[in-house]
């Protein structure tokens, strides 16, 4: 795939602006803390929400980061027009969590016009390695974000 143009400095605030006051993230106390072209990065401070009935992080949170930090792995490649959606999502739990901060980096590992593949570690603060995860996304052409803000430099 072609390189892509530069991503518009103002549309990358107003993209982590507009994620951070979402429903979703807010509940789950995630946030996108970095996002460049086929890399993004979401951190989420552990607390009593997390947890599940044996005093760990549900697995859920876990795979929330997952998806999450795989699927703005992939976004900013895509025209200002297209969305994504998630056709699958395979993650590995390698160890439990139960304080401190969480960290998902995602990467794409193939970025395509229809079809992405991308990958995710879950960290914590010690570094240590809690999941794994790979994701398929599909575009969706008409399905984009409108920030306000052009999406690449002109």
């Known amino acids: 795939m072609r390189n892509p143009p530069s991503v518009n400095a103002p549309y990358i605030q107003a993209l982590q602006d507009l994620i951070r006051d979402?429903?979703?993230?807010?509940?789950m106390g995630m946030r996108l803390e970095a996002?460049?072209?086929d890399s993004a990065t979401i951190v989420l401070d552990i607390d009593e929400r997390h947890f599940q009935p044996f005093g760990i992080v549900h697995g859920g949170v876990l795979a929330t980061l997952i998806d999450t930090a795989t699927f703005w792995a992939a976004f900013l490649r895509l025209p200002p027009h297209a969305g994504l959606v998630n056709i699958d999502l395979k993650l590995?739990?390698?160890?439990?969590?139960n304080a401190g901060?969480?960290?998902?980096?995602g990467r794409c590992i193939r970025p395509g016009r229809t079809l992405s593949y991308t990958e995710a570690h879950v960290r914590d603060e010690r570094g240590d390695l809690l999941a794994h995860g790979t994701s398929t996304l599909m575009a969706l052409p008409d399905r984009g974000i409108?920030?306000?803000?052009?999406?690449?430099a002109a």
Do not use: C, E, S
């Open 22 to 27: 979402a429903p979703f993230p807010r509940l």
């Open 35 to 37: 996002i460049d072209m």
């Open 92 to 97: 590995n739990y390698l160890q439990p969590a």
């Open 101 to 105: 901060r969480l960290t998902a980096t």
């Open 146 to 152: 409108d920030v306000g803000v052009a999406k690449f």
